[in-house]
């Protein structure tokens, strides 16, 4: 037996739904491995890995909203809680990264005895950036409401783009630090959708477990799907591998560091030690010598 393809048998994968007869609009994601490729990259704290596996897998199905192959999505979180902020961006062909502006919170669990996102966030604002190659950007910000992540795009949903949604992700971390389990959905009225689909939906939502114990159950997406979309009549449009991907490269940081100003290029140079920026998404190192700051120079 190959034990290294079993346990990666199940990769990370979107699925993308319509139900009654398209007044429903409805996303599932099952994010294990981006979260940990995150943790590992990040060396992150349980409940940082709960907060930024969230926002990934939030990322992910937000992504995949966007049309064109060379749009992009942003999520900010900026508070005062010890986490103080994260970032993910995402296309909409399922490569998606981010990082903690702190990776190290360690804090009790709350009162449910589970990973305390809600206090590591803190209060603050989300901001959803969606970059489609206009001219300006579409920008919509949002007062967190409870840090916990979902409820905020829940309400950002409703808020800034008049969509009622219902947004649920979990990530369940195991003993080891490692990810156990990471996902989420997103679900959204179509203004079409009549009386009767808002409250089967209602209902199917208020006995909903926790994500976490759903995908622990060995739930898929699509049968994550099947359970918030009992009774109408769900359709699977498309599944969509995601995963987490950074694109950086030398020569990207390289044009990133000669937008600074040619006087700190130059205290560089006079420093005449060799300097080191990493990749704020994947911790990638890049070294640039002084002969090549020197020809940054202009
Ligand atoms: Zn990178």
Do not use: W
């Not at 804090?107 to 970059?131: C, E, F, H, S």
């Not at 840090?147 to 008049?162: H, K, N, R, V, W």
């Not at 997406?221 to 449009?237: A, D």
């Amino acid at each position: 037996m190959n034990q290294q393809i079993k346990k990666d048998a199940v990769k990370d994968y979107m699925v993308r739904a319509t139900a009654a007869e398209g007044s429903v609009r409805a996303f599932a994601v099952t994010s294990v491995q981006m979260t940990e490729q995150a943790r590992l990259y990040h060396h992150m704290s349980p409940v940082i890995s709960a907060a930024l596996g969230r926002l990934l897998a939030a990322g992910a199905m937000m992504g995949a909203m966007m049309k064109g192959s060379e749009d992009l999505l942003t999520l900010q979180i900026m508070s005062d809680g010890p986490a103080k902020g994260l970032v993910v961006t995402a296309d909409a062909s399922g490569h998606v990264k981010g990082y903690p502006k702190v990776a190290d919170v360690d804090l009790p669990a709350n009162a449910m005895g589970k990973l305390d996102v809600g206090t590591a966030v803190g209060g603050g604002i989300l901001r959803v950036i969606r970059d489609m190659g206009l001219k300006e950007p579409y920008i919509g910000t949002t007062q967190l409401q409870t840090g916990e992540i979902a409820e905020d795009l829940t309400y950002y949903f409703a808020s800034s783009e008049q969509t009622p949604s219902s947004v649920g992700l979990g990530v369940l971390v195991d003993t080891d630090c490692s990810i156990r389990q990471a996902g989420g959905f997103i679900l959204q009225l179509m203004p079409q959708a009549g009386d009767e689909v808002i409250a089967q939906l209602e209902k199917n939502i208020s006995g909903l477990r926790p994500v976490t114990d759903m995908l622990e159950q060995g739930l898929t997406p699509e049968n994550l799907l099947e359970e918030l979309l009992k009774g109408l009549h769900v359709e699977i449009i498309d599944r969509m591998p995601v995963a987490f991907a950074c694109g950086c490269s030398k020569e990207r940081v390289q044009r990133a560091l000669a937008g600074i100003s040619q006087k700190d290029l130059q205290s560089m140079v006079d420093d005449g030690e060799p300097i080191e920026i990493k990749c704020q998404f994947c911790n990638t190192a890049y070294s640039f010598d002084v002969e090549e700051l020197k020809n940054m120079l202009k």
